[in-house]
């Protein structure tokens, strides 16, 4: 006999790959992505690499907060970009006349977008060791890609969120005003005690913030307890992810009913 | 196992579909016997792809039932059975052409080989081509290629033609006309004549939402394909066929031909002759305005 539907792993391999293959061929988000936190860290790292920073240096202190960044803006775009630009250009209809598996289309995106992420980190970690001499232990290495790859889902729920909600060149604008911000304000590119005052009133709210804790109590530059952290990105994960289920479900009733 | 031998490929039972307040489809009754290929013949905004829609479980009937090679279109086990060619859907341009066949086939339970769905959409030379460099005949094969990765009982095909040139229209009817004969069920959508009678053995002819004509090609020809011939003539004519306008007589017919030998036969002489093809709006105009009719 047969089999009726095709077997799952496969599919989810061809997915993935097709996803990741979207990431590497845009060179504007590789450029936004992998380039732009390494340019970053030259820019704002590597003067003061050695100085003491808590547990940690600045330099490793700078590694987690551009790690952070590069995590948060490959999540939003990849996800966020990519649900826009399919609903623009009708793949999403051709899709769902195969019958690809939902499970393997989100996956396989999460997927592509964690390996993304990986690689953004492994090459900001390279540079950070050649062009400042930043000491990157394996084990701290391997710390801070779980807490952030496992963070980053608040972010991919906004960027489905984003992806239903707006249309494919509105999605790309709001996603710059998310991320670049955000960003900012929660400490990414400056540490925020050296923000203005009502940046710092603010930045303890946001997301990133939190995910920048993650980041850097895997490096030792916090004093912040990472759970406390994990239940802010909890929380956020539920609102952003509601916003996404409700869109979703919106674009259901509107085009495939 | 799902897939019996004797169901309909495709049966649509009192089937309407409502966009708010606008009816798309009206109660449509359609069956489709499995190898059977079919034409959905109908000007723009009949209801076509709508139609096609509910067949491939896109969108939701208001009233009626459907079923798709035994089945609800909506279950993933028979779209497995479906390959579908769409209007306006998009690709992902980043990928080659043999990369995006790579993915289709994950789909699919029991895809057919690469090599072989290069050839039948006549793809082999640009197998490693970015889509975003393909002319518009190339991405309909490609989009012809998609659908039928998975080997399809069913092929479902919604205007596959749109924006094509000449030379690109035929060579990809062709290649439609070449997989229908390999006893596959195929239902394509088309607002041309020509195109419906190249591929179909039936041609159903939608419009506002409802089937007015359903036979094969020579017979919905027969009913559709007529000639407005107009001239003037002194010699009075007293003859049912024409309408007379002053001198002018005005006349649709399947055979401008012999209804001018019977006018020289009586040795009538006319000026001023014009034969113009009722265009397909014309004639579905005709049609309409008549009762509804079945050719078959």
Redesign the interface.
């Known amino acids: 006999m047969s089999l009726e539907i095709a077997p799952f792993i496969p599919m989810l391999r061809a997915q993935s790959k097709v996803e990741f293959l979207r990431l590497l061929r845009n060179p504007w988000f590789s450029v936004a992505t992998i380039a732009f936190p390494i340019m970053f860290y030259a820019f704002f790292g590597l003067s003061q690499a050695h100085m003491p920073y808590m547990n940690a240096t600045v330099g490793l202190y700078l590694f987690a907060s551009f790690s952070a960044y590069a995590v948060t803006s490959i999540s939003l775009f990849s996800f966020g970009a990519s649900v826009a630009a399919e609903r623009g250009s009708g793949a999403t209809r051709l899709m769902r006349a195969a019958p690809l598996r939902p499970l393997a289309y989100f996956a396989g995106k999460f997927i592509a977008s964690m390996a993304f992420g990986g690689l953004a980190i492994l090459l900001l970690a390279l540079f950070a060791r050649v062009a400042g001499g930043v000491d990157v232990s394996w084990p701290v290495l391997a710390m801070l890609l779980v807490r952030l790859l496992l963070g980053s889902l608040p972010f991919v729920a906004l960027g489905f969120a984003v992806g239903y909600l707006a249309g494919f060149n509105a999605a790309i604008a709001v996603l710059n005003l998310i991320t670049l911000p955000l960003s900012f304000a929660s400490g990414l590119f400056v540490p925020l005690d050296q923000l203005p005052q009502f940046v710092q009133s603010i930045g303890p709210y946001l997301p990133t913030y939190h995910f920048g804790e993650l980041a850097w109590g895997a490096v030792g530059a916090t004093s912040e307890p990472w759970p406390r952290a994990a239940l802010w990105l909890v929380g956020y994960c539920a609102l952003f992810t509601w916003i996404a289920v409700r869109a979703y479900y919106r674009e259901e009733r509107k085009e495939f009913s | ?2 897939a019996g031998t004797g169901e309909d490929a495709v049966l649509f039972r009192g089937v309407s579909k409502s966009y708010g307040r606008l009816l798309a489809l009206d109660a449509i009754d359609l069956r489709i016997p499995r190898g059977e290929s079919v034409a959905i013949l109908g000007p723009n905004g009949a209801g076509k792809t709508t139609a096609l829609s509910l067949l ?5 009937a208001s009233a009626g039932a459907i079923s798709v090679l035994g089945g609800d279109p909506r279950a ?2 028979v ?2 059975r ?1 390959g ?1 060619m ?1 209007q ?5 341009e ?2 080659r052409v043999d ?1 995006a066949l ?10 057919l080989p690469i090599d072989e769905l290069l050839s039948l959409a006549g793809l082999d030379d640009i197998a490693g081509s970015r889509i975003a460099r393909l002319s518009g005949g190339q991405v309909q094969r490609l989009y012809f290629a ?1 659908a039928l990765c ?1 080997d399809p009982e069913l092929l479902v095909l919604d205007e596959p033609t749109v924006g094509l040139d000449v030379e690109a229209r035929r060579s990809l009817l062709a290649t439609i006309a070449a997989i229908a004969e390999r006893g596959r069920t195929v239902l394509m959508s088309t607002h041309y004549l020509e195109e419906a009678d190249a591929i179909a053995d039936r041609i159903v002819v939608i419009d506002r939402g409802r089937i007015i004509a359903d036979g094969s090609p020579r017979d919905v020809k027969a009913g559709v394909a007529r000639k407005r011939m107009s001239f003037r003539t002194r010699s009075p004519l007293d003859d049912a066929r024409f309408a007379r306008d002053g001198e002018r007589y005005d006349a649709l017919t399947e055979s401008p031909e012999s209804l001018l030998r019977d006018l020289f036969a009586r040795g009538i002489e006319i000026d001023d002759l014009t034969v113009t093809g009722a265009t397909l709006e014309e004639a579905f105009v005709a049609l309409t305005s008549g009762e509804h009719r079945h050719v078959a």
């Open positions: 196992m799902s491939l479980g896109l969108r939701r993933r086990s779209r497995a479906i579908a769409l306006s859907s998009g690709l992902p980043y990928l990369e790579e993915l289709f086939r994950s789909y699919y339970p029991a895809p998609l998975g």
